[in-house]
C-alpha cells in the first residue's frame, strides 16, 4: 500500500497549485490535496486535517500551508512521518501582520481584484511577470477564491501567527525550502525554521519567486520524489 502524502495550498491557493506533484507522484504516493479554509483559527484548522488524515502521513504545506503544516507536525508528531516546508514563517512580524490586516480591509471594501494584481510582482520571479502560461492560472486560481475563505485564512494567520515556539516539538524529518527570489519570505526566516527544527535540512530553489510549486513544478516534484521516497 501507498504512503499517503498531504499537500496544502498556500493563501486563497487550490488544488492548481500541486497539479504538477499530483499528476507526477502518483506512482510513489497516495496524493491528497487539502484546503484549508474552514475556520478562523489555527487549532480548529489542524484538527480538520488530522481528522481527515490517515493515522500516519507525509505532510507538505506552501505558504499558508506551510504555516499550517508545522502546527499539525508539533501537534501530533507521531502521525507525520516527513514534513515538507514550502516558502513559509515561523517568527512574529509586525510589517506582514498589518499587510494581512490591509489585505482584509481590502477584502470587505470588494477590492480583492485590485490587491491581487498590485501584489503579482511579488509573489512571482520577476523575469516571468509577462509568462502569461505562469500568470494567468495563479491570478485565475487566486480570484476565484471566495472572499469567505480568505478571511478564514487571513484571520488564523493574524490571530495565531507565530510559531517559533512549535519548530522544537516537530521531531520528523523535515526538508524546508527556500526560493532564491521570494520576496515574501526571505532567506533569513527559512533557514531559522530549518535550524530550529531537529531533524531538519536547508535548499534553495534557484530563479524562483513565493509561488514555487507552479513556478519550479519539476524542481519540486523531484524534490518530493527524492524526500518522501527515499528511507
Known amino acids: ?48 486535517l488530522l481528522s481527515q488524515a490517515p493515522e500516519r502521513f507525509h505532510l507538505a504545506g506552501h505558504s499558508f500551508g506551510g ?9 501530533a508528531p507521531e502521525r507525520v512521518s516527513k514534513l515538507m516546508l514550502l516558502n513559509t514563517y515561523a517568527r512574529h512580524n509586525p510589517e506582514h ?6 489585505f482584509k480591509e481590502n477584502l470587505h471594501q470588494g477590492l480583492l481584484g485590485e490587491t491581487l494584481d498590485a501584489n503579482l510582482p511579488n509573489i ?3 523575469g516571468r511577470l509577462e509568462d502569461d502560461e505562469l500568470v494567468q492560472p495563479i491570478q485565475k486560481m487566486l480570484k ?9 485564512q487571513v484571520q488564523a494567520m493574524i490571530d ?4 517559533e515556539d512549535l519548530l522544537p516539538k516537530i521531531s520528523c524529518p523535515t526538508l524546508v525550502v527556500h526560493a532564491r527570489e521570494d520576496n515574501t519570505f ?3 526566516e527559512l533557514e531559522f525554521i530549518a ?19 507552479l513556478e519550479r513544478p519539476q524542481a519540486i516534484t523531484a524534490l518530493m520524489r527524492l524526500w518522501f521516497g527515499g528511507e
Open 160 to 163: 495565531d501567527y507565530a510559531t
Open 1 to 48: 500500500m501507498k504512503e499517503t502524502l498531504i499537500l496544502i495550498p498556500g493563501l486563497g491557493s487550490t488544488e492548481v497549485t500541486w497539479q504538477h506533484q499530483r499528476q507526477h507522484l502518483g506512482d510513489l504516493l497516495d496524493v491528497q490535496i487539502l484546503v484549508m479554509d474552514q475556520a478562523k483559527h489555527r487549532a480548529e484548522l489542524v484538527e480538520t
Open 67 to 75: 504555516w499550517l503544516a508545522q502546527a499539525v507536525a508539533a501537534t
Open 124 to 126: 512571482i520571479f520577476p
Open 144 to 152: 476565484g477564491f471566495s472572499p469567505a475563505s480568505y478571511e478564514h
Open 97 to 102: 501582520i498589518g499587510l494581512l490586516e490591509l
Open 186 to 188: 526571505p532567506s533569513a
Open 195 to 213: 535550524d530550529q527544527i531537529p531533524a531538519a535540512q536547508f535548499t534553495i530553489i534557484e530563479e524562483c519567486g513565493h509561488m514555487s510549486p
